[in-house]
């Protein structure tokens, strides 16, 4: 697995979509042919993927959020696989 | 069990189209269907398509540019917050056209390839010069900043070029790929002695596929679908009937998959005269193959059921004659036999010309009843 360093930005491909579906009242991400369906966790790390934020601020905003302190290799994990399939884009 | 909603919608624009591929996925006598919805009509089906659950609309055709008014479409069906897929023969793809798309919202562009040989290619398209107005179309494309996928449908004649075939998307910038193998239903079950390939074609491309994909991960995505007539099991058509996906076709019919029509008997209501919500949830025909309570055996035994649900319901009614029975590519199948035959005539056969997807050859197969 690809480790990114923290000081990179990660945001979501132009073909990439976040969205709150109101009918399901789930979080989606949706890009060309596929639906993936979020598990919330997911949604929150994908919303603080802006560009802007580095990696090592995403994941002390989620330490914070979720008050714990294990989920480093979980978001590292979606993050490459993401990565891996053009949604997400890292950038420096 | 409650009944799922449907997330994506395919719209078939209209059956017109300048490319006369042997393969195509319109239906045989897509000629007799030429009342095409108006736009006001596809503006109602997107409103009501989203209320349903869709989030993701599909607009294809036939050639869905030969619609002058797709920009519109795409507008209202991106301002009811649906994420928004074009597919096109790319022939008619230019430069105003592609800006007023982008700025309509549109999402994703695909743009299809026969070959990456520029005269198999036309020959395949159906002779008229189309190969290099596809690449060009893919060139604008990426200028006007749109994820691009190409799409290649996979048989006899381009197979053996798979690795031309990547290399040319990988040049033309595309984010994703898709190598589709044939399905034989409609045109492709009619021109199936032309394309059905050897086996050796399949193995070794699909080979040449997986070593690219790997090759190329994070910068071009390779989808590929292998033909069903060449592995153990069906595939797990549209995840289920009635279940993910539902298809208005250009004359307002609504199916559970876009080749259906092909399955008689079946009643399919129009969304001029009923709601898209009723024909999901409340029609004859979304409900006879929903779930998995309809299945025959060997399906209903099967551990499998909820993987495949059955296979695709109009290859069981063209090969079996009864769309609901196992798929005949099941090789739990007692049906699978047909298969078998049809893979062993292919491997031995020669060379044999395909008939062209015009309006006069659709006219020819509707006037003479034929269903196959």
Known sequence: MSTFPDAAKPRLAAKARLKWDEIRQKPLLLFPEEVLVLNPTAYEVLALCDGRRTIGEILQSLKKKFNNDAVDGDVRDLLARLAGKGLLVIGD | METPRPYSLLCELTYRCPLQCPYCSNPVDFARYDAELSTAEWERVLTEAASLGVVQAHFSGG?????????????????????????????????TIGAQLREAGLDSLQVSLQDADPKSADRIAGGTPSFEKKK????????????????????????????????????????????ANTQYNGWALKNRAALLPRRAQVESAAAVAEAASIRLKGQMEILYVRPDYFEQYPKACMYGWGRVFLTVTADGSVLPCQTAREIRGLKF????????????????TFQKFRGTDWLPEPCRSCPRKEVDFGGCRCQAFLLAGDASVTDPVCSLSPLRGLIENAVAEAESAGDVEWIYRTPAESRRHASSGATG
């Open chain 2, 136 to 179: 060009r179309a893919a060139q604008l494309a990426k200028e006007l900043g749109f994820a691009l996928t190409v799409n290649v449908v996979l048989h006899r004649r381009n197979l053996d070029r798979i690795e031309e075939i990547i290399v040319l998307a990988e040049e033309l910038g595309a984010e994703r790929l898709e190598l």
């Open chain 2, 63 to 95: 050639e869905p540019l030969l619609r002058a008014d797709l920009p519109q479409i795409v507008r209202c069906a991106r301002d009811l917050g649906l994420y928004t897929n074009l597919s096109t023969g790319g022939t008619l793809f230019q430069e």
């Open chain 2, 269 to 284: 209501e129009n969304a001029r005269h009923s709601s898209l919500d009723h024909i999901w949830f409340e029609s004859e």
